[in-house]
């Protein structure tokens, strides 16, 4: 199933392997750069049936770090959209882009908050820091939130206009969105706080806003935490829930990730521990998924979609170390993939 190609709206992927979305604090002003040409291009030139460019910051204060991504300027976009230039006339990958704000986990460097001279005010659904030693966030008001859901739309039209093929909203790890999913880091009690259907208010106006911009050429994901790790939080029932209104709301594949909203939430590391997740979500709310977490071997990620446990495979540590994965697990199960026509005398072996 590896090869087998899918289709999202009008997107035709030519396998199941995607590169994951992975910061790599690279940028100045949030503009990529000849780093990021190289690093996205040489995945595609591995086969890959979707690259996924990291997490991309939909206005200055939406990035983790002075030196992520940005996509809130026409300079920026335009940086990308030589990528995906690139990628559409050398391979036959398709290329997408997470659409992210990083909330209350902003202004950082090496996962420690830096400064406020030297970094920004962060901000949040509530007055809660990530750590307890760290500056409390601005909590938005109704006005703040509805600019935040614009920001994004901003975003997906710049995206659209360089020619990306997927779009995907981060709502995962404990950045913005996942803070007003979830119960512990919102406490509001207007209509975006409270219950579930408040709480997922906020993501729900962006995905409506960003399918504005979108068409059926351009598919729409999104990534959760399946699960944050601690009592009274968000869990995978929810996940199941949201999973089915975002089905409803013309999302086309939910990306299964979990973590990250909670400091010190312990997290049973292990191959492929997230994979349940994606099969209770696939399974129970009928919308495709992606699974993600740990999995590095070509026979692991087929028994993965083998058993249904999801229709994407997402890697990232493992595509870092081998930018040709694809390729390489073509060759073992003798199935056809892309290779680059430079490369012909190299694909099979004397």
């Not at 997107?11 to 690093?39: I, Q, T």
């Not at 990628?87 to 400064?115: C, D, F, M, Y």
């Not at 071997?297 to 990232?316: C, H, V, Y």
Request: net charge negative; charged share 20%.
């Amino acid at each position: 199933m590896l090869y087998t190609p899918i289709t999202f709206r009008n997107v035709e992927l030519k396998n199941r392997w995607v590169m994951s979305p992975m910061c790599m604090y690279s940028c100045e002003n949030g503009l990529a750069n000849d780093f990021h040409f190289v690093h996205y291009g040489s995945r595609s030139q591995g086969g890959t049936g979707l690259i996924m460019v990291e997490a991309t910051g939909v206005e200055p204060r939406g990035r983790i770090t002075n030196h992520c991504m940005g996509i809130w300027n026409d300079e920026q976009a335009e940086k990308l959209q030589k990528i995906v230039e690139f990628i559409h006339e050398n391979s036959e990958s398709k290329i997408g882009i997470q659409l992210a704000h990083s909330g209350r986990k902003g202004s950082t460097w090496n996962n420690v908050q830096i400064p406020i001279e030297d970094g920004w005010e962060t901000i949040a659904p509530s007055g809660i820091p990530y750590h307890p030693t760290e500056r409390i966030p601005h909590a938005l008001t109704v006005e703040e939130i509805e600019e935040q859901v614009q920001n994004f739309k901003n975003a997906a039209r710049r995206a659209v206009k360089a020619g990306f093929n997927v779009i995907e909203i981060h709502g995962a790890h404990g950045y913005l969105v996942h803070q007003f999913l979830s119960p512990l880091s919102n406490i509001r009690t207007d209509e975006y706080g409270g219950s579930f259907e408040n709480r997922i208010r906020f993501l729900i106006e962006i995905v409506d806003a960003v399918n504005e911009e979108l068409n059926e050429n351009i598919a729409l994901f999104v990534r959760i935490s399946g699960t944050e790790y601690a009592g009274n939080g968000w869990d995978i029932n929810d996940s199941v829930e949201l999973a089915k209104i975002l089905k409803n709301h013309s999302v086309d594949l939910v990306d299964v990730s979990s973590g990250g909203n909670i400091h010190g939430a312990k997290i049973p590391f292990h191959a492929g521990y997230q994979v349940p997740f994606s099969s209770k979500v696939r399974n129970n709310a009928g919308v495709k998924t992606a699974a993600v977490g740990l999995i590095t071997e070509i026979n692991q990620a087929e028994e993965i979609l083998q058993k249904g446990d999801s229709d994407l495979i997402f890697i990232a540590r493992e595509i870092l170390r081998n930018p040709y994965i694809a390729v390489q697990g073509s060759f073992e199960m003798r199935e056809d993939c892309f290779f680059p026509y430079q490369y012909l005398r190299a694909k099979i072996s004397i």
